[in-house]
């Protein structure tokens, strides 16, 4: 039994009707009533766009009948927002994923993007902007392609084409596949109705702007999802979108979770003599480092500052730390007064005693590498001395 017959009234069916018989009276109605053809039937063509959208959907019809439109306003979520998205369902037969409207409607696929981000911006957060292109329902339209239509001359209104294929000499195979002309709707636009703006394709191709927060200490590759943002084909949910981080390579810091880590050169004379040296963080700020003298820094010697790190992501106003290997720089050569002033400033070797019959060799420089036949047996020769 059938609480509330308003929606019926609407759309001038019995609450019998077929789908068929709802689809028919629906398309002569909002031809008649589209804001294009009559600018002052906007409210109208509202009122017969959500009478549709709620028969039109077998769960929405059989709720309404039973409880009536306010409860089924009040209750039931709409997945449509306005008369697009229900014009989207009518002609919803369109594209690569297209399925039988009895079943409803399949999600088109995600489509990821890659956004590469540097580290500073990962480290102070802010707002990302990201311009995508996106396929979507022309809003000329409504996603129909056109305003008047005729039946499909290739399938005569059936919606399937008939494929008749012979295998061998006495079987015939025959199969009925969706009509390509139609795109399984059973009806064509007539060609002096196309719509102007999408050319009869039903969509259009638009330049969308997605905004990501980025919060600080943010993941180098965290992902963002956007529902319903991507491709919007008619008949079918939107996609959603997902955009992954690529973080590109710093010239001095590298991360590691909430750690950073960078490597410093130093000469020789700092690392004995101790040295300042001054680092600018990924927040623009300059932080100072000072070796002191007799602090003898060696090579690969690592070093921690607390606080300096990557900040945490869920409490922002900590950090992690920053870990610093120092490379000691040594000079090519040194003149004698040299060696003789370092000489007396260095602990005196121990003394060691060698075999009598220890040979003497030489030994030649080589860039790791870069060697060459010659030097590669050079150096082979050496250690079997």
Known sequence: MVVDKKLYDILSVNPRATHEELKRSYRKLALKFHPDKNPKAGDKFKEISHAYEVLSDSKKRRLYDMYGDRDFQDNIPSHFTNTTDLFDIFFGDEGPYWRDRTNGYRKLRTTNYSLSIS?????????????????????????LGG????????CNGTRYETKISTIGENFVHQMKIRCKKCKGTGEVIKKDHTCKKCHGNQTIRERKILEINLSKGTPSSQQYLFKGQGDHLPGHEPADIIIQLDTMEHPLFKRSGSNLTMRL????RAALCGFAHSIKTLDHRNILLKGHPGEVIKPNEVKVILNEG????????KKGRLFITFDVRFPESLPSEAIEMI??????????????NAEKVHWQSVTVGNQNVEEENTIEASFYI
């Open 343 to 356: 000489s007396q400033g260095l602990p005196k070797p121990a003394t060691k005693s060698f075999p009598k």
């Open 310 to 317: 990557f900040p945490l992501q869920h409490d922002p106003c």
């Open 119 to 143: 580290l500073e911006e990962l480290f102070v957060g802010g707002i990302k902007k990201v311009a995508i292109r996106r396929e979507t329902v022309c809003s000329e339209c409504n996603g």
């Open 265 to 268: 050169e130093i000469s020789l």
């Open 147 to 154: 305003y008047l239509t005729t039946y499909c001359e290739i």
